[in-house]
């Protein structure tokens, strides 16, 4: 079975950093993407970054891009998304999401592009 399994979430003050990993295990595919999205109180799900492994192309939402990246290393099926600069309204549930086939700029935000996803990892930051 797939598991995707994401961590490094927490508790940090306004302008601090947190990264966050996603280890996908379980299935046997060399064109994946993993995804990023997180869900504020309040409000719905959103797609903030995927990388995208056969072509090694990361997307970032343009409402985080220049403070958000996301890296991957492939021998471990891991997914690294690296928040810096972090504002309240970044305090969100983020969750991973596994597509077994490479997404592109257009559709990467869209839930529907994934067909697994992680448990949440809660981020909260403090003014």
């Known amino acids: 079975d797939v598991q995707l399994q994401a961590s490094g979430g927490g508790l940090v003050q306004a302008g601090g950093s947190l990264t966050l990993s996603c280890r996908a295990s379980g299935f046997t595919s060399a064109d994946y993407t993993i995804g990023w999205f997180r869900r504020a109180p309040g409000k719905e799900r959103i797609g903030v970054a995927c990388?995208?492994?056969?072509?090694?192309?990361?997307y970032i939402a343009t409402s985080v891009r220049g403070r958000f990246s996301i890296s991957a290393d492939s021998t471990r099926n891991t997914a690294y998304l690296q928040m810096n600069n972090l504002k309240p309204e970044d305090t969100a549930l983020y969750y991973c999401?596994?597509?077994?086939?490479?997404?592109?700029?257009?559709?990467?935000?869209?839930?529907?592009?994934?067909?697994?996803w992680g448990q949440g990892t809660q981020v909260t930051v403090s003014s």
């Open positions: 990388f995208q492994h056969r072509d090694r192309t990361a």
């Open positions: 999401a596994l597509s077994r086939y490479p997404i592109y700029r257009g559709t990467y935000q869209s839930e529907e592009e994934y067909g697994n």
